[in-house]
């Protein structure tokens, strides 16, 4: 191979224009852009410059007989995320597949079948995973000073937005459980460290066009007893934190713009000692008059990480944005992507991990009961 991926991207919608192509730009010294593809003539041009030199195609079939696209990226609608994957790599493709990777428990089957036949060419695009935020809240957690994890909450309030794309459409395959969704649910499965095995859900068809879900309400346990919240939500117009994390020490709270963390807990050096309860007369006080708790407060600024930060198919300067402008994406999944191909290093997403999404997401939505809207 090449020392630069020569890519194809399956896709020139708002995902393949607006993200893949800038992300793949910020990493111009590894990867080029050799063709694209869209079943629309609009879409194949006014190319982004980064790929304006590509080979413009209108079906997979011609874009996977190209001999000079070594990898394919999947940005099309999500009910052929998984079709366009297998096909890709039986043509001899690498592959890097958006979320949702599967809408069904039998896509992800039948795209399990397929990464067994080709291993090591098919990559899980759960981006999120490498946000600053995240990644800075994860090390708050790791060193120990919130005590035992028992609550993650995880926040996803894009706004009042009254959508009206395909995205909102149920036989689209759209709603926010497609949407959001895979990324809040691998980011909680990351934080819960074990394997779920209690889900409750709800969603709700609020302020969107079309039929689907744009409302979520979803609980996960995991085997160690953390539970995870997560709320996805078009239909606010306040936010709130993007994390927050309770442990029997202390709490740590993302704020909206993904800038900072807030973390107070008890202080290290004091030892609490063990309670019993009174059963009898007891001081008239609220809470525990005989203990004195020092308390640690700080403010953690997020840094930004290795990869770059871009806004709208813009490269930001740091890690901060503000929310209004519209949603943040990190390029970091490149970087692992040619390091995995190109240096043998292990991809950090597993398969298994993707699995477990579509397991999740799909026992979600039969839990929640929710029926779609009806479409006027």
Same mark, same amino acid.
């Given at each position: 191979?090449?020392?630069?991926?020569?890519?194809?991207?399956?896709?020139?919608?708002?995902?393949?224009?607006?993200?893949?192509?800038?992300?793949?730009?910020?990493? =111009?010294? &590894?990867?080029?852009?050799?063709?694209?593809?869209?079943?629309?003539?609009?879409?194949? #041009?006014? !190319?982004?410059?980064?790929? $304006?030199?590509?080979?413009?195609?209108?079906? &997979?079939?011609? /874009? &996977?007989?190209?001999? *000079?696209?070594? +990898?394919?990226?999947?940005?099309?609608?999500?009910?052929?995320?998984?079709?366009?994957?297998?096909?890709?790599?039986? $043509?001899?493709?690498?592959?890097?597949?958006?979320?949702? /990777?599967?809408?069904?428990?039998?896509?992800?089957?039948?795209?399990?079948?397929?990464?067994?036949?080709?291993?090591?060419?098919?990559?899980?695009?759960?981006?999120?995973?490498?946000?600053?935020?995240?990644?800075? !809240?994860?090390?708050?957690?790791?060193? @120990?000073?919130? @005590?035992?994890? =028992?609550?993650?909450?995880?926040?996803?309030?894009?706004?009042?937005?009254?959508?009206?794309?395909?995205?909102?459409?149920?036989?689209?395959?759209?709603?926010?459980?497609?949407?959001?969704?895979? %990324?809040?649910?691998?980011?909680?499965?990351?934080?819960?460290?074990? #394997?779920?095995?209690?889900?409750?859900? *709800?969603?709700? %068809?609020?302020?969107?066009? @079309?039929?689907?879900?744009?409302?979520?309400?979803?609980? +996960?346990?995991?085997?160690?007893?953390?539970?995870?919240?997560?709320?996805?939500?078009?239909?606010?117009?306040?936010?709130?934190?993007?994390?927050? /994390?309770?442990? *029997?020490?202390?709490? $740590?709270?993302?704020?909206?713009?993904?800038?900072?963390?807030?973390?107070?807990?008890?202080?290290?050096?004091?030892?609490?000692?063990?309670?019993?309860?009174?059963?009898?007369?007891?001081?008239?006080?609220?809470?525990?008059?005989?203990?004195?708790?020092?308390?640690?407060? #700080?403010?953690?600024?997020?840094?930004?990480?290795?990869?770059?930060?871009?806004?709208?198919? %813009? &490269?930001?300067?740091?890690?901060?944005?503000?929310?209004?402008? @519209?949603?943040? %994406?990190?390029?970091?999944?490149?970087?692992?992507?040619?390091? $995995?191909?190109?240096?043998?290093?292990?991809?950090?997403?597993?398969?298994?991990?993707?699995?477990?999404?579509?397991?999740?997401?799909?026992?979600?939505?039969?839990?929640?009961?929710?029926?779609?809207?009806?479409?006027?």
């Amino acid at each position: 191979m090449n020392r630069k991926i020569r890519v194809g991207i399956v896709g020139m919608g708002r995902a393949g224009r607006f993200m893949h192509v800038p992300e793949l730009e910020q990493n =111009s010294e &590894l990867f080029e852009i050799t063709a694209v593809c869209d079943r629309d003539p609009e879409r194949r #041009k006014d !190319l982004p410059a980064f790929a $304006a030199s590509a080979r413009t195609y209108a079906s &997979l079939e011609e /874009i &996977l007989a190209d001999p *000079d696209v070594d +990898l394919v990226t999947i940005a099309v609608r999500n009910a052929d995320h998984t079709p366009y994957a297998v096909r890709a790599l039986e $043509a001899g493709k690498r592959v890097v597949i958006e979320k949702p /990777i599967a809408v069904s428990m039998e896509q992800i089957r039948e795209l399990q079948r397929a990464e067994e036949r080709f291993p090591g060419r098919l990559f899980l695009r759960f981006n999120r995973r490498f946000e600053p935020a995240f990644l800075c !809240l994860r090390e708050v957690i790791d060193s @120990g000073v919130l @005590g035992k994890i =028992s609550l993650c909450k995880l926040y996803r309030q894009v706004g009042y937005v009254r959508r009206l794309d395909w995205q909102t459409l149920v036989k689209n395959k759209g709603g926010m459980l497609n949407n959001w969704g895979p %990324h809040l649910i691998d980011q909680a499965c990351q934080l819960l460290g074990e #394997k779920v095995v209690d889900i409750w859900c *709800d969603m709700k %068809h609020l302020v969107a066009a @079309g039929d689907a879900e744009d409302q979520i309400k979803l609980l +996960l346990r995991a085997a160690n007893g953390r539970v995870a919240d997560i709320e996805i939500t078009t239909t606010v117009t306040m936010q709130n934190s993007l994390y927050e /994390i309770w442990g *029997d020490r202390g709490t $740590a709270v993302v704020d909206p713009t993904g800038s900072k963390i807030r973390v107070r807990y008890v202080d290290p050096a004091q030892k609490l000692a063990k309670l019993e309860a009174v059963d009898g007369q007891f001081p008239l006080a609220y809470g525990n008059p005989y203990e004195q708790l020092s308390f640690l407060e #700080k403010e953690i600024p997020v840094r930004q990480t290795a990869g770059h930060t871009l806004q709208r198919g %813009h &490269l930001q300067q740091s890690s901060v944005v503000d929310p209004a402008k @519209g949603y943040a %994406h990190q390029d970091t999944i490149w970087r692992c992507l040619y390091a $995995a191909i190109v240096l043998g290093e292990p991809y950090p997403i597993r398969f298994e991990d993707g699995m477990e999404v579509v397991r999740i997401t799909e026992e979600a939505r039969r839990i929640s009961g929710f029926v779609p809207a009806p479409l006027e």
